[in-house]
């Protein structure tokens, strides 16, 4: 298996607070995303990054920042969490290989809930 | 925009049987995936088709991939219970080096005895 951590795994929050998800790898892969999936959306793209201190936005970006300071860690912050938010967070990493594959490796996933 | 469709979104087959899991998507790309998923898992890669006509096999799972229909199919053969899980098509969106996806909602298979 890549390796690829989320923390935490869990986590309940109230409307209005910050949290933060973190993606930890340990591939050195150049390219990291945060996705979220909800019944009857399968996943969607929340943000991407394509090296240190480089990211962009994704499909569903409102109400999300990201940051990554190192090639190994992407985290995911919700400014002010609120109940549109509850989804369960997945982390992905790729990088390109032989024949362009940029297959994407997922990590476990983070089921947050905001109350 | 780049919109992935998948068909069936739900399947109930019996062992033994035979089944395609259709994908049908709305721009050009030729770089295409295959992903499971278990319940209250991640995701698990099984098929990456890279050109029009890849043809991916692994065990009772077969993947094609038809660029000028934009149409990729997952072929179940003579389906077995620990086939059962959430299958997801995803189309590389833009074609470059980001990798960026666009995912299907999923088929949830179920396999009966």
């Known amino acids: 298996d890549a390796g690829i951590t989320q923390s935490p795994r869990h986590k309940v929050t109230e409307t209005g607070t910050p949290v933060t998800l973190r993606c930890h790898q340990t591939?050195?892969?150049?390219?990291m995303y945060w996705y979220r999936q909800d019944p009857g959306h399968g996943l969607r793209l929340i943000h991407y990054?394509?090296?240190?201190?480089?990211?962009d936005k994704g499909e569903v970006s409102d109400g999300y920042s990201v940051s990554r300071s190192k090639t190994e860690d992407f985290l995911l912050t919700l400014e002010s969490a609120t109940s549109s938010q509850t989804s369960v967070y997945f982390c992905?990493?790729?990088?390109?290989?032989?024949?362009?594959?940029?297959?994407?490796?997922f990590g476990p996933g983070t089921r947050l809930t905001v109350t | 925009e780049l919109k992935v469709e998948q068909n069936p979104l739900f399947l109930s087959m019996q062992e033994g049987k035979n089944y395609t899991i259709y994908c049908n998507y709305s721009?050009?790309?030729?770089?295409l995936y295959w992903y499971r998923q278990d319940p209250g898992k991640s995701l698990e890669s099984l098929f990456v088709?890279?050109?029009?006509?890849a043809v991916k096999q692994e065990g009772r799972l077969m993947a094609s991939l038809d660029t000028k229909a934009r149409l990729s199919t997952l072929h179940i053969t003579a389906a077995v219970h620990d086939l059962s899980a959430t299958y997801f098509c995803?189309?590389?969106?833009?074609?470059?080096?980001?990798?960026?996806?666009?995912f299907g909602k999923g088929t949830k298979l179920s396999v009966k005895p």
């Open positions: 591939e050195n892969h150049r390219y």
């Open positions: 995803a189309v590389d969106a833009y074609g470059g080096s980001q990798g960026n996806l666009i």
């Open positions: 721009t050009t790309s030729d770089r």
């Open positions: 088709l890279l050109s029009n006509g």
């Open positions: 992905a990493i790729s990088d390109s290989t032989a024949g362009g594959r940029y297959e994407q490796y």
């Open positions: 990054s394509y090296g240190v201190k480089d990211t």
